[in-house]
């Protein structure tokens, strides 16, 4: 996308349950690496975006992503 970063829906923690339970999902946290390594979901791979980038963290399925 030009111009930024899309704005992503955020996930309930029941969706996010649910992405978490299926093979092959992979979260990807886009804080700081400071904040990743205050705390991070199990198993999540960091990619710091910087603050320019409007995200927190997202995660990613095979068939959608969002922030949670």
Do not use: K, Y
């Amino acid at each position: 996308m030009v111009g930024g970063v899309p704005t992503l829906p955020p996930l309930s923690l029941a969706e996010f349950r649910q992405r978490m339970a299926e093979e092959g999902t992979v979260v990807i946290d886009a804080r700081s690496i400071l904040a990743f390594g205050g705390g991070h979901v199990p198993g999540a791979l960091n990619i710091a975006l910087g603050r320019s980038s409007r995200i927190g963290s997202a995660g990613w399925s095979s068939t959608s992503a969002r922030s949670c």
